[in-house]
């Protein structure tokens, strides 16, 4: 098997400018414990804050739940930064260590012209983006 053309790790540094947060349309899918811990952070029941911040969407044959944005496509837990920032989704905490983003070179430094983070700041080694990577396929999003 060959090596990931990130094994001598990659650059990121968050600049919160909140693009991944904000102003496109985009799906942020809850895996049972980030359920669980959104819920309980915000002393809710599960049922109540499925009711109240998520929806179902189909992605493919898969019906998936994702939080709700706001009419302009904000996350439904951005004001003026994350309200949940400590509890929040494990998709969200582990951006931009997606499947996608680091499947190759030019998925990343796709990545790098839409994201003003990537390739600046610290550098994740290779363990710590498998690590994230690991945590996603581990806690899946809910497919219902």
Not at 30 to 35: A, H, I, N, T, V
Not at 58 to 71: D, Q
Request: net charge neutral.
């Amino acid at each position: 098997m060959s090596k990931p053309f990130y094994e001598d790790g990659l650059r990121f540094e968050c600049t919160r400018c909140s693009n991944c947060c904000r102003h496109e349309p985009g799906y942020v899918f809850l895996s049972e414990s980030d359920l669980q811990r959104l819920a309980k952070g915000l002393g809710m029941t599960q049922e109540d804050f499925v009711k109240r911040f998520c929806r179902v969407v189909e992605v493919g044959s898969a019906r998936m739940l994702s939080l709700v944005e706001k009419p302009n496509y904000d996350c439904v837990f951005w004001d003026n930064g994350c309200t949940v920032y400590k509890d929040r989704p494990l998709q969200c905490r582990s951006y931009p260590f997606w499947d996608a983003n680091v499947a190759t070179t030019e998925s990343w430094e796709q990545l790098s012209g839409v994201c003003p983070g990537a390739n600046r700041g610290k550098l994740h080694t290779k363990n710590e983006i498998d690590r994230w990577l690991d945590a996603r396929h581990q806690d899946p999003p809910i497919v219902l």
